[in-house]
């Protein structure tokens, strides 16, 4: 059965302090047209420049997760994706008159209620899933993140924190169907430690912090002399206390583990920059935002895989990314000159392998040499140049209409013959990468012996049909 997208169906706004630049900022949430996905709009800069809400537009993952375009940035715009994630929403145009969206009580329920305020509407238009179809694993060693994606009917998360700290140690929770999000994970407010806080104050930084719109953790034994700085800090007429929960101005829980749901929220958000709702089920070890964007980075490299895979490849293997036929669709080479059999690997954008099985049918062993047959070695070269155009494609809208011609080939080496019989593994990644230029290092193997190498600069140009 079909699911179709949703946008909102009236306009709803909201006006409040940016938690990190103290600014006040109204944002406006709009019906947005079928495929216009979650875009921001800075109406207070000129020409109203729009920010796409997806990895490809993050610039700043420091403090909070910020997306730009140009000069014109939005930043902290976890909380306000993580709540249109929570009411299954797939397009929405957000108006913002200021670099950061309001910070609100610290959680996502406020524009969650917002939103469900405006209402939804049916869209005309299918949704699109990215669907884990293996185990996808992200660790982050200086971080002591690990997160797992495995394959599940519906988007699942299992989050687990461990601070080590006396008011906040190891948290777990978990969703287990985005149906709960209201409920169960809106209300979640973001957290800090009192040295962090303090840190950050005398920094000049979080100028829209407050101990409304965050929950600070105190450290045990916090006496009153700590208590009246931070008073003075904050600016704040009456005294600040500490609760039974360690919790600065004893601000009750929401939920007895409302630090780990939080952080449920912001991975939601995050994940959001994917562009598509996800099905799988992620499991998290103490993930923030930082890892959570790399973790994005990597499902957007296997998402545009399966992409160009339902373009050109019209079966589906697991042992091969391209067969000849999808390869034959992508490259305009023919026999005797196509010269890459499969593609065995690929992450677009930086690296490809590919594969040639090296037969005495060749017709260039007629003459290279008779009754001695060797592989040519700028047949070697132009096989890598190959494989190496094919991950080019990825990056254009209409890869077919495209084919990329070899500028330079330089620091070439030849280590060994190749001969028939012989299976020739091109590897090949980038070294640079723009719309019309790239810069490649090639290497081909026989039976993991390297025979031949090479540095190659490609340009991209429009085929003439």
Avoid at 68 to 77: E, F, L, R, W
Avoid at 150 to 176: A, C, R
Avoid at 345 to 363: A, Q, W
Wanted: proline letters at 5%; aromatic letters at 8%.
């Amino acid at each position: 059965m079909s699911e179709y997208k949703h946008t909102i169906g009236s306009e709803v706004s909201y006006t409040g302090i940016g938690l990190h630049s103290g600014e006040i900022s109204t944002i406006r949430f709009k019906p947005a047209a079928c495929d216009d996905g979650i875009v921001f709009i800075r109406v207070d800069l000129p020409e109203h420049p729009e920010i796409p809400a997806d990895i490809d537009h993050v610039v700043d993952i420091s403090r909070g997760t910020t997306i730009g375009v140009g000069n014109a940035t939005v930043g902290t715009i976890e909380h306000v994706l993580s709540a249109i994630k929570g009411l299954n929403l797939d397009n929405v145009r957000i108006e913002i008159d200021g670099p950061e969206a309001p910070v609100a009580d610290g959680s996502p329920i406020v524009f969650f209620n917002l939103l469900k305020q405006a209402g939804t509407v049916q869209q005309d238009s299918e949704r699109v899933y990215f669907e884990i179809e293996g185990p996808i694993s992200f660790s982050a060693p200086k971080e002591n993140v690990d997160v797992v994606i495995v394959p599940s009917n519906e988007l699942k998360v299992t989050f687990m924190i461990d601070y080590k700290h006396p008011y906040l140690g190891t948290q777990y929770t978990w969703l287990p169907n985005i149906d709960v999000y209201e409920k169960e994970f809106a209300g979640a407010r973001t957290f800090c430690f009192i040295k962090e806080i303090l840190q950050l104050k005398e920094m000049g930084l979080i100028k829209g912090g407050s101990l409304e719109n965050a929950l600070v953790i105190a450290e045990p034994g916090i006496n009153e002399d700590e208590l009246k700085h931070l008073q003075d800090v904050f600016g704040y007429h009456e005294k600040v206390t500490v609760s039974d929960e360690g919790i600065l101005n004893s601000h009750p829980l929401r939920y007895y583990n409302e630090f780990v749901r939080h952080k449920v929220c912001d991975l939601l958000g995050d994940i959001m920059l994917l562009g598509v709702p996800i099905k799988g089920h992620i499991l998290a070890a103490r993930s923030g935002h930082k890892t959570n964007v790399e973790l994005v980075k990597k499902l957007r490299q296997i998402q545009k895989k399966q992409e160009l895979q339902q373009i050109y490849q019209k079966t589906k293997s697991k042992e091969v990314v391209f067969d000849i036929n999808a390869i034959m669709r992508i490259i305009p080479h023919r026999y005797p000159f196509l010269l890459v059999d499969k593609i065995l690997e690929f992450v677009p954008g930086e690296s490809i392998v590919g594969m040639k099985n090296v037969t005495i049918n060749e017709p260039f062993f007629q003459g290279h040499f008779p009754g001695h047959p060797i592989m040519p070695g700028v047949l070697i070269i132009e096989g890598m140049a190959q494989a190496g155009g094919i991950m080019l494609l990825n990056q254009l809208d209409n890869p077919q209409d495209y084919v990329a011609y070899f500028a330079s080939i330089d620091n070439v080496k030849f280590r060994k013959p190749v001969m028939p019989g012989d299976t020739l593994r091109y590897e090949l990644s980038v070294i640079s990468l723009k719309r019309s230029l790239a810069k490649m290092h090639g290497d081909t193997y026989v039976n993991g012996e390297k025979v031949a190498e090479g540095d190659f600069m490609a340009m991209i140009t429009k085929r003439n049909i």
